[in-house]
């Protein structure tokens, strides 16, 4: 092991527990640790630079998952469109309360539903229950990203031959 690859399996590990807590932004973590790595390691134009452009837009859509998932999910058990905007905007809210991952949503659907479309409340708590799945389908496949995505990046800085050691 050398200093780059502790700095990112450091940053990848606080990144992975961050992924079940909403207000942790897991995955610019990760980041941020493989630009740290890289830079430690002695930033090469040509390997480093198409990783980095890689793992930069990789970060982007996998920020993403939460929230369209649970518009997904919130579609696929019957809900309007107005729902899937609301469970959007909701897990937007919930970033900023506790337990705001899974509360955000499901009310941003439900309220949709009930305010805007006017559904019957267990229409409307049938498609808010799609979203809180949806919301717990995105964590496990943000989970697996994460999980590929370090393991590539401790893949690439793994040299034994300049071992702290």
């Not at 996998?62 to 909701?90: C, E, H, P, T, Y």
Request: charge should be positive.
């Amino acid at each position: 092991m050398n200093w780059p690859f502790v700095v990112f399996l450091l940053a990848w590990l606080v990144g992975m527990v961050g992924t079940f807590v909403p207000i942790v932004p897991a995955t610019l973590i990760i980041f941020a640790g493989a630009l740290a790595a890289t830079f430690l390691g002695g930033f090469q134009a040509w390997p480093d630079l198409p990783f980095l452009i890689t793992f930069g837009v990789l970060t982007l859509l996998i920020s993403m998952v939460d929230n369209v998932s649970s518009a997904w999910g919130a579609r696929r058990f019957g809900g309007s469109k107005q729902a899937a905007w609301g469970a959007l905007i909701g897990g937007l809210v919930g970033l900023f309360i506790p337990f705001g991952l899974i509360v955000g949503p499901l009310l941003g659907a439900l309220l949709a539903e009930l305010l805007v479309v006017r559904k019957p409340p267990l229409a409307a708590l049938k498609s808010a229950y799609g979203t809180v799945l949806g919301v717990l389908g995105g964590v496990a496949a943000k989970f697996v990203l994460h999980l590929l995505i370090g393991l590539w990046e401790l893949w690439r800085l793994w040299n034994p031959a300049g071992s702290l050691l």
